[in-house]
């Protein structure tokens, strides 16, 4: 199974297991095994994965991180392990700060199962930094921190790159979340800003502040929908609708590419079904998502029925959306960067399933 697979696997599972998980012990063996499974290591091979690795500080000896990952002899990576449902503040994460410069692993994670933060020491070398450059939540897995994390995987860890990454990733957050704020709060030096290019000349004075303080936050809004608008609008334009040239597959269990009358399943379809079906699970058996090959999209429909379709998968362009077709039959089309984004997606997926279940 491919880390996108065995990630989907587990965000199937926890919905169904994280409120009986009550200890640390638990935990590792539900959920965070299997996650440093997903990206490559033999979790049973103490010559990858070291459990209860010793990490002596000075005097204080016998102290031990919960996981080291191992690579080519060298520490590559420490996991600290907290119980399902603790709070990753900055209190729980003082033993990871401590072991970090005692090994020559760059990369240390806290995680209590669902939650994963990603640490290194680029403020100061060997000196584990306060925030992480990454962080990772499987209730709501984004496809940019899943792009980011198989970049840690086995067959893909390369230290300088991943560095390099982490450097990138810490700012890059930084500034994300100052954007946020001021979309939402715009402090007075940024309304201040906007204002002298909007009146030029004018006063800012408090009552010019009150009156624009709302606008600038519609207008932040307003400027993003826009931007989305006219990327979706676009893509649809360029793309025509083969929807009467619906070829059925053999079955849903076929993984193979089909090529029929010109119509190809390509691997990424059937990633993107086998996620969908994984979604679907929680509340269908699997083998009632199927899906239908057309040369435009791929059709995933409940108990292989038209009347059922589930979502389409639009994957034969650069740009790749999630087809949402509603009780209108009217269909609302997601643009999707990655596969992984259909996981963002699961509420509207199931949505649709429970309404030909009710």
């Given at each position: 199974m491919s880390f996108d697979e065995k990630i989907a696997a587990l965000v199937q599972r926890?919905?169904?297991?994280?409120?009986?998980?009550?200890?640390?012990?638990?935990?590792?063996?539900?959920?965070?095994?299997?996650?440093?499974?997903?990206?490559?290591?033999?979790?049973?091979?103490?010559?990858?994965?070291?459990?209860?690795?010793?990490?002596?500080?000075?005097?204080?000896?016998?102290?031990?991180?919960?996981?080291?990952?191992?690579k080519d002899g060298e520490t590559i990576i420490l996991i600290e392990c907290k119980k399902s449902g603790v709070d990753l503040s900055k209190e729980n994460y003082s033993q990871l700060?401590?072991?970090?410069?005692?090994?020559?692993?760059?990369?240390?994670?806290?995680?209590?199962?669902?939650?994963?933060?990603?640490?290194?020491?680029?403020?100061?070398?060997?000196?584990?930094d306060d925030?992480?450059?990454?962080?990772?939540?499987?209730?709501?897995?984004?496809?940019?921190?899943?792009?980011?994390?198989?970049?840690?995987?086995?067959?893909?860890?390369?230290?300088e790159r991943m560095l390099s990454t982490a450097s990138e990733l810490k700012y890059t957050n930084e500034v994300i979340k100052i954007?946020?704020?001021?979309?939402?709060?715009?402090?007075?030096?940024?309304?201040?800003?906007?204002?002298?290019?909007?009146?030029?000349?004018?006063?800012?004075?408090?009552?010019?502040?009150?009156?624009?303080?709302p606008l600038v936050s519609k207008g932040f809004h307003q400027f993003i929908s826009d931007k989305i608008n006219d990327r979706l609008?676009?893509?649809l334009e360029n793309e025509k609708d083969f929807s009467d040239r619906v070829e059925p597959s053999n079955n849903g269990n076929n993984s193979d590419r089909q090529i029929d009358n010109g119509i190809v399943t390509t691997e990424l379809e059937i990633d993107g079904f086998n996620i969908i079906r994984a979604i679907a699970?929680?509340?269908?058996?699997?083998?009632?998502?199927?899906?239908?090959?057309?040369?435009?999209?791929?059709?995933?429909?409940?108990?292989?029925?038209?009347?059922?379709?589930?979502?389409?998968?639009?994957?034969?362009?650069?740009?790749?959306?999630l087809g949402?077709?509603?009780?209108?039959?009217?269909?609302?089309?997601?643009?999707?960067?990655?596969i992984t984004d259909l996981y963002q997606h699961s509420d509207k997926i199931l949505n649709v399933i429970n309404s030909y279940l009710s």
């Open positions: 926890l919905p169904k297991i994280k409120d009986v998980l009550e200890t640390e012990e638990s935990t590792k063996n539900a959920l965070i095994m299997p996650f440093i499974s997903s990206l490559g290591y033999d979790v049973f091979n103490p010559k990858e994965v070291i459990p209860e690795y010793t990490a002596d500080i000075g005097t204080k000896k016998g102290e031990k991180v919960d996981y080291a990952i191992v700060y401590r072991y970090f410069n005692t090994t020559k692993a760059r990369i240390a994670i806290l995680t209590n199962g669902i939650q994963y933060r990603f640490f290194s020491d680029l403020d100061e070398k060997n000196k584990m925030k992480p450059f990454l962080e990772l939540d499987l209730e709501n897995p984004k496809q940019n921190a899943l792009a980011e994390v198989r970049k840690m995987a086995k067959d893909d860890f390369d230290l954007f946020a704020m001021q979309l939402e709060s715009p402090e007075e030096d940024l309304i201040k800003f906007i204002f002298q290019r909007v009146v030029p000349g004018g006063r800012f004075t408090p009552v010019m502040k009150e009156q624009f303080t609008r676009s893509a699970s929680k509340v269908v058996a699997p083998s009632r998502i199927v899906h239908r090959d057309t040369k435009s999209y791929l059709g995933i429909l409940l108990d292989d029925n038209n009347r059922r379709p589930v979502c389409r998968l639009w994957f034969n362009a650069k740009q790749k959306y949402i077709v509603d009780s209108n039959k009217e269909e609302n089309r997601i643009p999707i960067d990655d």
